[in-house]
């Protein structure tokens, strides 16, 4: 069976809408990101907190053009996506009532869009984390007016872990509303240190993924919340790997005793997308959370992610119902397809 005969569902993809270069460019957002013009391109550039180096996203056919993607998507054998905002566009460091302001034009843009294609794709909205009230108000407005599924979230929010009781409120309107969290690496731990090798990507995106999971685990916000629907990047970054080891900690540490289970306990408490790279690491992946708890992504268009997802998981040789499930089945049951 090739590719175009299959139907998965890509449930980590990213977009720029018009609107948000337009609002770039008109100087709106200020020193939060600046529109320019190369010979390689125009590109949108975006302060890094710590670092002097601007990071930068070409304005690519694949981020704006939605008949390039779909031509894409059927070359991936992809039939649905969920689209998110690029991480860029989290803008945490601002001032909470500015960014308000972009996150509710990246919404209704993402709002307008999911509208065009009914029943091939969902969208997750932005929201001003830096402001937990903000958040919330702009959450239940994306999920209940413009029927958005959830939220695309920073794995930090100016260096503080989602975990952290200050967002406990937000996360238990997230629960309340059945919205899915998508949690993207985003000014990641110790970037100044990983300038070299793009190591920055290579390694830092993995690591706050896994900070961020361990964040939530070890603050025993699952105890109370268990209902939440949140999905880790990039194949859960190390946490599959270093489950045993907090499962020792938990065991011997006062300082990891929080939670009421074992860290192993709460690994079905996290979906995760299929972008390891490795069969052999994916399978082990899937051998530690269940084939239940995986889900197609591509982290479309970008350089990082699948530009082959069913071919990946061909390679690890998964049964056909586990297949399945990954493919398309599990994503269809959380986002409602």
Known sequence: MNNKEKKGIDVHSHWIPAAYIDYIKEGKLGDLASYSKTEEGDILQFPVPGNDKKAWIPISQELTNFNKRYRDMEEMGI????????????????EAELVLGVDKLLNDSTAEMVAKYPGHMKGLAHVPLQSVKLAIKELERAVCDLKLSGVHLGTNIRGKYLGE??????????????????????????????????????????????????????????????????????????VPYLI???DHGSAVREECKKPKNAPSDYLCNFYYDIIAHSKDSLRF??????????????????????????????????DKKDFQRIMRDNAAKLFGF
């Open 165 to 238: 009781e200050e967002f406990w409120e937000f996360f238990e309107a997230a629960e309340a509303l059945n919205a899915v969290v998508l949690t993207h690496p985003i000014d990641v731990a110790g970037y100044d240190r990983m300038q070299s090798f793009y190591a920055r990507n290579l390694v830092g995106n993995p690591l706050d993924t896994t900070l961020t999971a361990g964040s939530l685990i070890f603050s025993g916000i699952f105890d109370k919340f268990p209902n939440l629907k949140i999905i880790l990047c990039h194949a859960g970054g190390m």
């Open 244 to 246: 045993g080891r907090w």
């Open 285 to 318: 992946m899937v051998s530690q959370v269940g084939s239940d708890r995986v889900l197609l992504g591509t982290d479309y268009p970008f350089d990082m992610g699948l530009s082959d997802p069913l071919g990946k998981l061909n390679e690890a040789d998964f």
């Open 79 to 94: 039939e649905k996506c969920v689209i998110a905002p690029i991480p860029f566009a989290m803008h945490y460091h601002g």
